[in-house]
């Protein structure tokens, strides 16, 4: 099944809903939302939201490769933006795996 960014993103913050919930953000929550610095999530709560996220998709997704990426930018947050991309980037692929990427 192929998904449009605006379902994958409506997906993503009814997930967060769902961890979360009761924030004191007061603004509005979207692409541009960062999850640590405006959310002030943790890291437990985004292991939480990965495996809602898996779930909903039923597939697994490469978290850990993502969050490397990030921090390698320097940059140490992210935007609800960047995970709605990075999810619909793989979905229906495959998870690549570390023999996998070593083949490569």
């Not at 992210?78 to 070593?102: K, N, Y």
Request: a negative charge; aromatic letters at 10%.
């Amino acid at each position: 099944m192929t998904y449009a960014r605006e379902q994958i993103l409506n997906e993503v913050l009814s997930l967060l809903n769902s961890v979360v919930g009761d924030w004191e953000f007061e603004g509005t929550v979207g692409n541009d939302t960062r999850v640590f610095a405006d959310l002030a999530l943790e890291s437990l709560d985004l292991v939480i939201l990965g495996s809602k996220i898996q779930e909903r998709f039923g597939q697994t997704f490469p978290f850990p490769q993502f969050f490397a990426e990030i921090g390698q930018c320097g940059n140490h947050d992210m935007t609800i933006g960047q995970w709605v991309d990075f999810i619909g980037a793989h979905l229906g692929q495959p998870p690549v795996t570390t023999a996998a990427a070593e083949a490569v």
